[in-house]
């Protein structure tokens, strides 16, 4: 563009608009989509795990367990500028998925919207929370052998990789040659757009996105014939009548739970039960992002618990 | 030498009458495609919407300053409104008035809000339904009147030169 200041830096193009204004950072790159990033190091956009915009507070980085900040309060119209680059300027056009709190973006990350909302329509936008998808082919390689065939819960604290674990272990099932089912309601596993899975979940899965995991699960059953079925964070009554199903019909189940620990689920009345039924042959715990998963065999200690 | 000077000035003359006429003509055809190109951008907002660049591209076929805001859009995603809108192309046939008017509805499609897209679109549409009407009223009305002026004028410059 005519007149505007280009800044070369090692993640590329910035476009400042005026000197001493704040740098509003422009490019394909989604890292560079995000305004006031100014006095954050390199290293923390390359191991970002989450990135929050608030409108009156600076950008923040979230990388596992430390936090960077910019320098510069951003406004809310800076926010909803945000937003609308890391959409392709097509906000307007995914009222429904703002209404449902997020949006998914190419490359598998996933925009959590927040604002004012006015007749079932985001009018502005003051909050962003950018949660970038970690793709770690191999992350499951060790604990694959130890749980194949057998119903598993991936159990874990936030942030502790149950996803990234849980997605390269459909990808390990599928390139065993065995059709799996993904119940993909948020979209964060298999991240399909346009029909397609960005993120690599083998060559053997199928995925429902968008529908609620319960239905999805017995949807993939009946339709799809999986050997295997998987989904994120099952806890409602719902899904654990489909994870029985699931099992009744003979279908490995393939899941996550937030807890930290065993004794934690079994203070969830719903997942307590299932346990206690000897739905779940396998528990794998993370504990400490960067610290191996532990592999647990259930069945008869539940059982007699 | 005289005669072919007359008949210089009268072919000059006969030709600022033409010109005239193709200037009306031309602007009636730059508003049409105004027209045709926010009337197609309505609808797709009408339909949904999409991303702004693949929309204003589909919209702005013949339209320079729609392709370029598309264009800025995908260099510079994050650049804010006003320096995405700053310096784009004028029409050379249309006032600068008309371009504003036409070009007003710009802000808005940078609004999360469909509703506010749609609004701001359909005006700007009517309005360039309603600039292309006067031009075309003032072709028919005044091109002819033109094309003889301009004749006639031509006719005048020869016969007073010869």
């Known amino acids: 563009m005519d007149g505007c200041d280009f800044q070369g830096s090692e993640k590329g193009l910035f476009f400042g608009h005026k000197p001493g204004e704040k740098n509003i950072p422009c490019g394909m790159d989604w890292q560079l989509m995000i305004p006031g990033g100014a006095g954050i190091p390199p290293r923390a956009w390359a191991e970002a795990r989450e990135i929050r915009l608030r409108a009156g507070q600076p950008v923040t980085v979230c990388c596992g367990d430390r936090l960077e900040q910019g320098r510069v309060r951003l406004t809310?119209?800076?926010?909803t500028w945000a937003a609308q680059a890391l959409c392709r300027h097509g906000l307007a056009a995914r009222q429904e998925e703002m209404s449902r709190g997020f949006i998914p973006l190419p490359g598998g990350q996933r925009l959590g919207v927040c604002g004012v909302m006015s007749g079932g329509v985001m009018k502005e936008i003051t909050s962003l929370c950018l949660r970038l998808a970690r793709e770690i082919k191999g992350?499951?390689?060790?604990?694959?052998?130890?749980?194949?065939?057998?119903?598993?819960?991936?159990?874990?604290?936030?942030?502790?990789?149950?996803?990234?674990?849980?997605?390269?272990?459909?990808?390990?099932?599928?390139?065993?040659?065995?059709?799996?089912?993904?119940?993909?309601?948020?979209?964060?596993?298999?991240?399909c757009r346009d029909g397609a899975p960005q993120l690599d979940v083998g060559p053997m899965t199928d995925v429902v996105t968008g529908m609620e995991r319960s239905q999805a699960f017995l949807l993939l059953i009946r339709a799809m014939a999986p050997r295997v079925v998987a989904a994120d964070e099952m806890g409602t009554p719902r899904d654990?009548?489909?994870?029985?199903?699931?099992?009744?019909?003979?279908?490995?189940?393939?899941?996550?739970?937030?807890?930290?620990?065993?004794t934690d689920i079994r203070r969830r009345p719903g997942l307590k039960r299932l346990l206690a039924e000897g739905a779940f042959q396998r528990?794998?715990?993370?504990?400490?992002?960067?610290?191996p998963p532990r592999v647990e065999a259930l069945g008869e200690r539940e059982k007699e618990t | 030498m005289s005669i072919w000077l007359a008949l210089a000035a009268g072919v000059v003359c006969a030709g600022a009458g033409h010109g005239s006429a193709r200037y009306l003509s031309a602007r009636e055809e730059r508003l049409a495609a105004w027209e045709t190109g926010l009337s197609c951008l309505e609808g797709m907002l009408r339909r949904g919407g999409g991303e702004l660049p693949g929309m204003l591209r589909?919209?702005?076929?013949?339209?320079?300053?729609?392709?370029?805001?598309?264009?800025?859009?995908?260099q510079c995603p994050a650049a804010p409104p006003e320096r995405l809108t700053e310096g784009l192309p004028r029409d050379p046939l249309l006032e600068e008035k008309e371009m504003e008017a036409l070009l007003s509805c710009l802000p808005a499609l940078f609004s999360p809000d469909g509703e506010s897209q749609l609004s701001a679109v359909s005006r700007?549409?009517?309005?360039a339904a309603r600039l292309r009407t006067a031009a075309r009223e003032g072709k028919e009305k005044n091109s002819r009147l033109y094309l003889r002026l301009g004749y006639l004028a031509g006719a005048a410059a020869f016969i007073m030169l010869c």
Do not use: F
């Open chain 2, 124 to 127: 700007s549409w009517e309005e």
């Open chain 1, 76 to 79: 809310a119209q800076e926010v």
């Open chain 1, 240 to 262: 654990m009548e489909a994870v029985r199903q699931a099992v009744r019909c003979g279908v490995t189940v393939l899941t996550t739970a937030h807890g930290a620990s065993l």
């Open chain 2, 58 to 74: 589909r919209a702005g076929e013949k339209l320079p300053a729609l392709l370029m805001l598309a264009d800025r859009l995908e």
């Open chain 1, 283 to 291: 528990a794998v715990i993370l504990s400490e992002v960067g610290q």
């Open chain 1, 139 to 191: 992350a499951g390689e060790t604990v694959y052998p130890r749980i194949k065939g057998q119903n598993t819960l991936l159990l874990g604290p936030p942030g502790t990789g149950k996803t990234t674990l849980l997605r390269d272990l459909i990808r390990l099932y599928s390139l065993d040659g065995l059709p799996v089912g993904v119940a993909d309601e948020r979209g964060e596993i298999a991240a």
